[in-house]
């Protein structure tokens, strides 16, 4: 983990952390997001966000843990808004319309077997969040860019 503090330009404080997530290491999976939650809850943010924010962390930690080698998960907090970035080293999402479908899954049976990959991940994201970005380059990785606010 990695993280620092800095001033806004208007004075208040924001926040960044970097959590490391390895892919294929179940036993650790959701550390990093129950992390992030702690943070936010600690620095006062509202129950709404930090439940939403939870919630579409954890769904892309487990996508770098089922799908990808490596990845990282990177909190930039302040008081107007929450920003949650997830990058992969993985094989990449070849069809990002097909798997934003609720359902689609490329998991494989064994992770399916513990209980994940039923296919929601994605949307879970979308729906969470205020404003949702993906970006994926085939065997080289995926980028999640999530951004929440107050409604």
Do not use: W
Request: with cysteine; glycine share 10%.
């Amino acid at each position: 983990m990695t993280d620092a503090q800095a001033q806004t330009a208007d004075g208040s404080a924001s926040l960044h952390y970097e959590f490391e997530v390895t892919g294929g290491d179940f036993t650790k999976a959701g550390d990093a997001s129950s992390r992030v939650k702690r943070i936010l809850q600690a620095i006062g943010a509202p129950s709404d966000i930090v439940r939403r924010v939870a919630v579409a962390c954890y769904e892309a930690e487990m996508n770098v843990v089922i799908h990808a080698v490596r990845g990282r998960v990177i909190l930039d907090a302040d008081l107007e808004r929450v920003r949650i970035t997830v990058e992969d080293e993985g094989p990449g999402i070849e069809d990002i319309e097909q798997a934003m479908a609720p359902g689609f899954s490329t998991a494989p049976d064994s992770v399916r077997e513990m209980g994940f990959g039923a296919g929601m991940g994605l949307p879970n994201m979308k729906n969470c969040s205020s404003r949702f970005e993906i970006e994926s380059l085939k065997d080289v990785g995926t980028t999640v860019r999530m951004v929440f606010e107050n409604a």
